[in-house]
């Protein structure tokens, strides 16, 4: 009935999955503290958008898995070569950094600004001890360069079999 809840539920075995919630149960993210984003403003609203490389990690010592990277501009680029990448990294005990990313972020002048662009992931498992960071590059010489920009970083952290 519309507005009751259940106080109390008693699971046994291994208690609750993933399966055993609907994917229209409505819950508050609120009540999903597995789930956190790290929001990066890699260059301020007026400035031009230039290449950077930012750590993110590392994770608190859990496991876990990437869900969405993407990232927006505030101001167009007004040449028609100017380009944006956003690629995402990872060091794993020590080892070099390696991209994670199948499509890399990719902003150019016909980007729409404040709608976010996706990356897509080839690897998006995060584990204990990894070491994240964003690289930026940017290409071209007509105009100016986008400006603004805006990076999240959504990770689902519950225990990973």
Do not use: C, Y
Not at 10 to 20: M, R, T, V, Y
Not at 85 to 96: K, M, Y
Request: glycine share 10%.
């Amino acid at each position: 009935m519309a507005g009751e809840f259940v106080a109390t539920i008693a699971p046994s075995g291994a208690g609750f999955s993933n399966n055993h919630i609907a994917s229209n149960a409505n819950i508050d993210a609120t009540k999903l503290n597995h789930q956190r984003m790290f929001s990066i403003e890699l260059a301020e609203q007026n400035t031009a958008v230039v290449a950077a490389q930012r750590l993110i990690g590392p994770i608190n010592g859990e496991s876990g898995v990437w869900k969405s990277f993407e990232a927006a501009i505030v101001v167009q680029a007004t040449g028609g070569d100017r380009t944006v990448t956003i690629d995402l990294h990872r060091s794993t005990g020590g080892a070099a950094f390696a991209t994670v990313m199948t499509t890399t972020i990719n902003i150019t002048n016909s980007t729409t600004i404040l709608v976010p662009v996706a990356g897509v992931f080839s690897n998006s498992a995060i584990a204990d001890g990894d070491v994240f960071k964003i690289v930026v590059t940017v290409a071209g010489a007509a105009g100016a360069q986008a400006k603004g920009l805006v990076v999240n970083l959504i990770g689902d952290f519950r225990a990973v079999a």
